[in-house]
């Protein structure tokens, strides 16, 4: 079992810079693969950004790619989304999952894949 608990999340103008973090708790945390995804209204859940459980391994979409950045701290059971250079366009709730796998390199793209989510947190990036 995993509970995961997003926070970081607020109001920045463009071009600025947002830390997500992701605190989880549970002795399965380290062996998960964890994906940051973000919804916007009238807009399907999108995958952001994932790391396999080693950490070794990242994903990004490519309307991301080069400015956001997934790390994980499994010691501390924690997982980090670094935002640079926001867009208006990055305004969304963005959420947290993570799923249990065996594979240290699997990557999970899909959220029907997950099996844990956090509450979400509100990202709003201004014009």
């Known amino acids: 079992q995993v509970q995961l608990v997003e926070s970081g999340g607020g109001l920045v103008q463009a071009g600025g810079s947002l830390r997500l973090s992701c605190a989880a708790s549970?002795?399965?945390?380290?062996?998960?693969?964890v994906g940051w995804f973000r919804q916007a209204p009238e807009k399907e859940r999108e995958l952001v950004a994932a790391i396999s459980w080693s950490g070794r391994r990242t994903y990004y979409d490519d309307l991301v790619k080069d400015r956001f950045t997934i790390s994980r701290d499994n010691a501390e059971n924690k997982v980090y989304l670094q935002m640079n250079s926001l867009k208006p366009e990055d305004t969304a709730v963005y959420y947290c999952?993570?799923?249990?796998?065996?594979?240290?390199?699997?990557?999970?793209?899909?959220?029907?894949?997950?099996?844990?989510w956090g509450q979400g947190t509100q990202v709003t990036v201004s014009s």
């Open positions: 999952a993570a799923a249990e796998v065996a594979g240290s390199s699997w990557i999970l793209r899909m959220d029907y894949e997950y099996d844990y």
């Open positions: 549970g002795r399965t945390f380290s062996s998960s693969a």
